[in-house]
T-cell receptor
Framework: KNEVEQSPQNLTAQEGEFITINCSYS?????LHWLQQHPGGGIVSLFM???GKKKHGRLIATINIQEKHSSLHITASHPRDSAVYIC????????FGTGTSLTVIP | DVKVTQSSRYLVKRTGEKVFLECVQD?????MFWYRQDPGLGLRLIYF???????EKGDIPEGYSVSREKKERFSLILESASTNQTSMYLC??????????????FGNGTRLTVT
């Protein structure tokens, strides 16, 4: 049983497209994290949010606590956005989604 | 910036060998974690430590042990490596996980192959 489900698993987009990655979870949480993993392995934290919306450059993350759902949006996508995006939720421990692999084609 | 350094990016070991994976962080974080990452399974917690000499089992501790003799260093030990331990291993650190769960800071990972 997966506490965190992401969709889609794989996504290919043309440069400039608006991208949405979805995350649904089944456990009670106090925060949700979006992570980015580039080829080669290193993972960086993009956002931590517990309500509403956060924006950082071309990235926007939203969360709906009642619906247990979060979305990560990328506006004006660029090839350097190509990476695996991982949703993680924190209740009393971290639970991770399996990731969405994004490829942005020039 | 927090830096989490894993000693090796790639490692190839033989079945039955004892394997040490080292992780060092430079931000005086209390918490340190070892995860493994496999395709389709996401990140799974092996062990974590919230203080020097303290350790807690995660979801998949079998076949692994850990050591935390100094605050900045957390070692993962495969007592007798097996082929099903071929995986990407990721170390992470954080400040205490209160409330909303502090951000995890990850190392670059060690891709271990056991032949």
């Amino acid at each position: 049983k997966n506490e965190v489900e992401q969709s889609p698993q794989n996504l290919t987009a043309q440069e400039g497209e608006f991208i949405t990655i979805n995350c649904s979870y089944s456990v009670g949480i106090s925060a949700l994290h979006w992570l980015q993993q580039h080829p080669g392995g290193g993972i960086v934290s993009l956002f931590m949010l517990s309500s509403g919306k956060k924006k950082h450059g071309r990235l926007i993350a939203t969360i709906n606590i009642q619906e247990k759902h979060s979305s990560l949006h990328i506006t004006a996508s660029h090839p350097r956005d190509s990476a695996v995006y991982i949703c993680a939720v924190f209740g009393n421990q971290f639970y991770f989604g399996t990731g969405t692999s994004l490829t942005v084609i020039p | 910036d927090v830096k989490v350094t894993q000693s090796s990016r790639y490692l190839v070991k033989r079945t039955g060998e004892k394997v040490f994976l080292e992780c060092v962080q430079d931000m005086d974080h209390e918490n340190m974690f070892w995860y493994r990452q496999d395709p389709g399974l996401g990140l799974r917690l092996i062990y974590f430590s919230y203080d020097v000499k303290m350790k807690e089992k995660g979801d998949i501790p079998e076949g692994y042990s850990v050591s935390r003799e100094k605050k900045e260093r957390f070692s993962l030990i495969l007592e007798s490596a097996s082929t099903n331990q071929t995986s990407m291993y990721l170390c992470a650190s954080s400040t205490p996980l209160q409330g909303t769960g502090s951000p995890l800071h990850f190392g670059n990972g060690t891709r271990l192959t056991v032949t």
